[in-house]
């Protein structure tokens, strides 16, 4: 019951350090060297004295190696890595080392040093790319950014590494999902912030991208638990992960606004300097094979997710003024 998370104080790894500690696991958790990340996450959760943190750079090849013969993990969940598509196309090699070799150097310390553990890989709907909705395991992968060429080399290594070496590697590709957590680099947590901002009086107005951008929104909680669910089955094997639901940038900020008591219309902006270098298609992902075999399917509903995160940002905002 020992189970090691990369990026752990991500959003992701937050809520699955969450979980795995209520299941009873012992959970260490890495975290880059001078990330300036922080523990806040975890520190909202109320679990960041629970996880053990160990400073660990996925691009260095004998140190991931090192933890792994220390640690002897039965469960490793791999989460580390650059998150965001923006980012990739100003950063192509850094995205690369990261979330492509990152994910090569564990797999290798896992068939070297820990051959029985079991691998959760998160890989991404942005693999699909412009392939058309709805998308699934057998759906063609056309990835359209630096970051899903990265993500889809790490997919490949995971499935190469379960058929060549038999490691218990599992991918999920994951839809996009969100929660209070969310860092304000991706636009749903920038158009939470937003609306929190306006809503006390420190802005008046948004700034978006491609309102027209549909994408498949769950919450991340749901999704940690497939995780969990797929290191629990019997066979090795990747999932789509999804609600199934595609809503657009301009439906999830005309609904956190309407959760405000605010008319999106009066405050958000349209500004082309925030559109993507190339943008992927409709993303929504079916997730009938994570339904049938795993039993998973998600519980918070996209209007649910949407003011759950409002919420938050508007009672943290008052829990501030308050103290």
């Given at each position: 019951m020992r189970a090691l998370i990369t990026g752990?104080?991500?959003?992701?790894?937050?809520?699955?350090?969450?979980?795995?500690?209520?299941?009873?696991?012992?959970?260490?958790?890495?975290?880059?060297?001078?990330?300036?990340s922080g523990t806040g996450r975890l520190q909202a959760l109320g679990i960041e004295g629970d996880v053990r943190l160990i400073p660990l750079d996925l691009e260095n090849a004998p140190e991931v190696r090192r933890t792994v013969r220390e640690l002897r993990p039965g469960e490793v969940y791999n989460l580390a890595g650059q998150s965001s598509v923006v980012a990739s196309f100003e950063q192509p090699l850094a995205t690369a080392a990261a979330n492509a070799m990152g994910a090569l150097h564990l797999l290798e310390a896992l068939r070297l040093d820990a051959p029985v553990a079991r691998l959760f890989q998160a890989s991404s709907c942005e693999l699909f790319g412009l392939s058309a909705a709805?998308?699934?395991?057998?759906?063609?992968?056309q990835?359209?950014?630096?970051?899903?060429?990265?993500?889809?080399?790490?997919?490949g290594m995971t499935v190469s590494y379960r058929q060549s070496y038999g490691l218990f590697a599992c991918s999920g590709i994951l839809f996009s999902h969100e929660s209070p957590l969310r860092g304000k680099e991706f636009v749903t947590g920038k158009i939470v912030d937003g609306v929190g901002r306006i809503k006390r009086g420190v802005a008046d107005a948004l700034c978006l991208g491609n309102l027209e951008a549909r994408r498949d929104w769950g919450f991340a909680g749901d999704y940690v638990r497939a995780m969990w669910l797929m290191l629990q089955h019997e066979q090795p094997d990747d999932y789509v992960i999804a609600t199934g639901e595609a809503h657009s940038v301009r439906d999830f900020a005309e609904l956190a606004f309407a959760r405000a008591g605010m008319d999106w219309r009066t405050y958000v902006r349209h500004d082309p300097s925030l559109l993507?270098?190339?943008?992927?298609?409709?993303?929504?992902?079916?997730?009938?094979?994570?339904?049938?075999?795993?039993?998973?399917?998600?519980?918070?509903?996209?209007?649910?997710?949407?003011?759950?995160?409002?919420?938050?940002?508007?009672?943290?905002?008052?829990?501030?003024i308050s103290n």
């Open positions: 752990v104080t991500g959003q992701d790894g937050a809520y699955l350090a969450q979980l795995l500690l209520e299941k009873g696991y012992e959970v260490y958790g890495t975290q880059r060297p001078n990330s300036g709805p998308q699934n395991e057998s759906t063609p992968f990835p359209r950014s630096p970051y899903a060429v990265a993500k889809l080399f790490a997919h993507r270098a190339t943008e992927a298609g409709e993303l929504v992902g079916d997730a009938t094979k994570a339904r049938t075999v795993l039993g998973w399917q998600p519980q918070v509903r996209f209007t649910e997710l949407v003011h759950m995160m409002v919420d938050e940002e508007i009672a943290n905002f008052e829990l501030r």
